[in-house]
């Protein structure tokens, strides 16, 4: 069958976009590190203001999020949907079209955060015309997905697109909830409604994306059939059913009913069913096929990620607890955590997702495969450095709040003695931004001078 160059043009087009922010959120954010030990760094003169921690921090949080998971997660949604229903991306010049509106997006939201225009709301700083941006993107990516699903030419809809239409249902109510009305209520019900947004577009968007990446993947790198259809889809139903439920849990001991606190934790809880589920159909799998991980970093990307999932997921319960949560939140233990899922987890199934796609879509093999295992192992081995070192530290630093030590001298002395573990934590962000950068050099190498394939298989639908 004859290649769908609209398919791959658009596909393309969210990948190439989301190397760039990847590469500068992860910059931005290594420059974050390095103020928990130099706080005057990159601060000069009158500049110095828009180079401050309170106007990189969400750069780099909005930069990793709706510039390189979310634009990656669309590219990768692009091409999945093509090749699960035989059928090419509907309205492929619409899709380009989308992909220039959302970096002309990322572009002015770097331009409102620099210049210091923002909500103060965690992970919902952008202004209101913003937001309504965002919604517009988001409905020009359900319309082209839900298009390509209806003109499908395959009857079955694999486990994958049921996680990818409920993703794209879920995100535009998330996003409206979380970011319009609370501007016009306070307090309490104000923290109340941005958590349900903070902690739900990480379970409702980017876990169930990348879960749908997980299960596409899986048979394709193995070779071997899904282990269980019907595990995959009791773990999509109770995702969707326990996860909406999970945002009072980060205001646990706060100024909140104790039933609300304790209706934040159950659900939190019963969310090992979903992950169970996925790890089940993992290792299940994975069956008779674990030699494979040896020679197919694609596949060791992924199988890192699904075990990455599984600590998130175990973190997450245990710190929504009401005595641990007295202990690690307003720690660094809590920006240990909140890595896991977006770089370990669901950055880590997106590389596999990259490293299968690119060569289908190019015809030419990756460069270097010696590039890829250092994208790996650096991606890998600095994450673990940056996460411990802000686990350990926030269980030191929480355990000396609770002495009373958040006080005077003594904080100033519990910043000092956490300073190592923010130069490891530093180190390892080191790593991370190295690791990205060889595998954008790598992926750019491929496009230009990579070998050609055999047998060139061009086209998506098969």
């Given amino acids: 069958m004859a290649a769908d160059t609209g398919t791959i043009r658009a596909v393309k087009y969210f990948y190439y976009s989301s190397f760039i922010w990847l590469l500068i959120g992860m910059l931005v954010g290594l420059i974050v590190a390095i103020k928990y030990i130099a706080p005057d760094f990159l601060v000069w003169g009158p500049l110095g203001k828009f180079l401050s921690y309170g106007r990189i921090r969400p750069i780099h949080t909005n930069g990793v999020l709706f510039g390189w998971l979310s634009m990656a997660y669309v590219g990768g949604i692009f091409y999945v949907l093509p090749s699960l229903t035989r059928t090419p991306l509907s309205n492929p010049r619409l899709a380009v079209a989308t992909g220039v509106l959302w970096n002309i997006f990322m572009v002015l939201a770097v331009v409102v955060l620099l210049l210091g225009y923002t909500t103060s709301i965690e992970y919902a700083e952008l202004p209101l015309f913003m937001d309504v941006y965002v919604v517009i993107l988001v409905a020009l990516v359900i319309f082209i997905s839900f298009r390509t699903i209806v003109n499908?030419?395959?009857?079955?809809?694999?486990?994958?697109?049921?996680?990818?239409?409920?993703?794209?249902?879920?995100?535009?109510?998330?996003?409206?909830?979380?970011?319009?009305?609370?501007?016009?209520?306070?307090?309490?019900?104000?923290?109340?409604?941005?958590?349900?947004?903070?902690?739900?577009?990480?379970?409702?968007?980017?876990?169930?994306?990348?879960?749908?990446?997980?299960y596409f993947l899986l048979p394709k790198l193995t070779k071997n059939p899904l282990y269980s259809h019907k595990l995959s889809l009791i773990g999509f139903w109770t995702i969707a059913t326990f996860y909406v439920w999970n945002g009072p849990h980060h205001l646990q001991n706060g100024p909140i009913p104790l039933w609300l606190m304790k209706a934040g934790v159950i659900p939190s809880v019963l969310l090992i069913i979903p992950v169970w589920t996925v790890l089940a159909n993992v290792f299940g799998t994975m069956k008779g096929k674990w030699h494979v991980v040896a020679d197919s970093i694609p596949l060791k990307f992924m199988i890192v990620?699904?075990?990455?999932?599984?600590?998130?997921?175990?973190?997450?319960?245990?710190?929504?607890?009401?005595?641990?949560?007295?202990?690690?939140?307003?720690?660094?233990?809590?920006?240990?955590?909140?890595?896991?899922?977006?770089?370990?987890?669901?950055?880590?199934?997106?590389?596999?997702?990259?490293?299968?796609?690119?060569?289908?879509?190019?015809?030419?093999?990756?460069?270097?495969?010696?590039?890829?295992?250092?994208?790996?192992?650096?991606?890998?081995?600095?994450?673990?450095?940056?996460?411990?070192?802000?686990?350990?530290?926030?269980?030191?630093?929480?355990?000396?709040?609770?002495?009373?030590?958040?006080?005077?001298?003594?904080?100033?002395?519990?910043?000092?003695?956490?300073?190592?573990?923010?130069?490891?934590?530093?180190?390892?962000?080191?790593?991370?931004?190295?690791?990205?950068?060889?595998?954008?050099?790598?992926?750019?190498?491929?496009?230009?001078?990579?070998?050609?394939?055999?047998?060139?298989?061009?086209?998506?639908?098969?």
């Fill in 152 to 214: 499908r030419n395959e009857k079955k809809l694999y486990v994958s697109i049921w996680y990818i239409m409920g993703s794209l249902l879920w995100l535009p109510l998330l996003y409206i909830v979380g970011n319009l009305p609370y501007r016009w209520i306070g307090g309490v019900p104000q923290a109340n409604m941005a958590w349900f947004y903070g902690h739900n577009v990480i379970g409702l968007w980017f876990t169930t994306v990348g879960v749908g990446f997980i």
């Fill in 305 to 462: 990620g699904a075990i990455f999932y599984l600590i998130t997921c175990l973190q997450g319960p245990f710190q929504s607890l009401m005595g641990p949560s007295a202990i690690l939140k307003f720690t660094n233990w809590v920006i240990g955590h909140a890595h896991m899922p977006l770089f370990g987890a669901f950055s880590f199934v997106v590389f596999a997702l990259m490293y299968y796609s690119l060569p289908k879509m190019t015809g030419k093999q990756i460069y270097s495969t010696s590039l890829m295992n250092w994208h790996f192992w650096l991606s890998t081995v600095g994450f673990l450095l940056f996460a411990f070192s802000m686990w350990v530290a926030g269980v030191l630093q929480g355990f000396a709040w609770a002495e009373g030590k958040q006080y005077g001298m003594q904080f100033v002395e519990v910043i000092l003695a956490l300073r190592p573990f923010s130069m490891i934590r530093a180190i390892g962000g080191g790593m991370m931004f190295i690791g990205q950068f060889i595998f954008v050099y790598n992926a750019i190498r491929s496009v230009r001078d990579g070998k050609p394939i055999p047998q060139q298989p061009t086209a998506l639908i098969k």
